[in-house]
């Protein structure tokens, strides 16, 4: 079993920008590509980031690539993802995904999820 537990979100301003973090726990973290999604209110969770175990390869939805970046250190066993410039449109609850292997883009391809971390872009 793989736990997850995100962290790092909270209120900016429209511009600012915010890391939120993925503490991973259970099984060797080295061995899992880890994703973040996020869900806004109303709205279907969609894919953000991911990243391959090794960190050597990651995949971002288009809209937030170049602004959002994701990394991983897994002497920490955590997965970041630092936002920038953020906008009004990125509010939502972000969660953090893990699955063995390789990376995807597709929710349904994660086994294991965090409980989110909220994060609210004011204008």
């Known amino acids: 079993q793989v736990q997850l537990v995100e962290s790092g979100g909270g209120l900016v301003q429209a511009g600012g920008s915010l890391r939120l973090s993925c503490a991973v726990s259970g099984r060797t973290f080295g061995n899992y590509a880890m994703g973040w999604f996020r869900q806004a209110p109303g709205k279907e969770r969609e894919f953000v980031a991911a990243i391959t175990w090794s960190g050597g390869s990651t995949i971002y939805t288009d809209s937030m690539k170049g602004r959002f970046t994701i990394s991983r250190d897994n002497a920490k066993n955590t997965v970041y993802l630092q936002m920038n410039s953020l906008k009004p449109e990125d509010t939502a609850v972000y969660y953090c995904?893990?699955?063995?292997?390789?990376?995807?883009?597709?929710?349904?391809?994660?086994?294991?999820w965090g409980q989110g971390t909220q994060v609210t872009v004011s204008s």
């Open positions: 995904a893990a699955r063995y292997g390789s990376v995807r883009g597709a929710q349904v391809d994660y086994n294991y």
